[in-house]
């Protein structure tokens, strides 16, 4: 059984960064995604950003391209999601999400087709 073990997260105040990492237990060599969903208290999960592993390529959700950045480590089996200029619209709880096979980024980005969760992290961005 595949685990994703996600970190990072906390308190901030708008304005600053917070990185996310999530190690998986299982992945074939040079294929899959994996990446990052959030949901905030009363709405639904919603896709924040993804990344292959063969070839790095990324995918982001419009509300966060510029501020975050997704890159990967293959050697450690682990991804990171660096946030930058935080909004308290970035508050959510932020789950790592990895897709076994996936030709590019954008696969990940259909909640239904993720084969693996992680635990869930909170973000929380004071105004």
């Known amino acids: 059984q595949v685990q994703l073990v996600g970190s990072g997260g906390g308190l901030v105040q708008a304005g600053g960064s917070l990185r996310l990492s999530c190690t998986t237990s299982?992945?074939?060599?040079?294929?899959?995604?994996m990446g990052w969903f959030r949901q905030a208290p009363g709405k639904e999960r919603e896709f924040v950003a993804a990344?292959?592993?063969?070839?790095?390529?990324?995918y982001y959700a419009n509300s966060v391209k510029g501020r975050f950045t997704i890159s990967r480590d293959s050697a450690k089996n682990t991804v990171y999601l660096q946030m930058n200029s935080l909004k308290p619209e970035d508050t959510a709880v932020y789950y790592c999400?990895?897709?076994?096979?996936?030709?590019?980024?954008?696969?990940?980005?259909?909640?239904?087709?993720?084969?693996?969760w992680g635990q869930g992290t909170q973000v929380t961005v004071s105004s």
């Open positions: 299982g992945r074939t060599s040079g294929s899959g995604a």
């Open positions: 990344i292959t592993w063969s070839s790095g390529s990324t």
């Open positions: 999400a990895q897709r076994r096979i996936a030709t590019w980024a954008n696969f990940l980005a259909d909640e239904g087709r993720v084969d693996y």
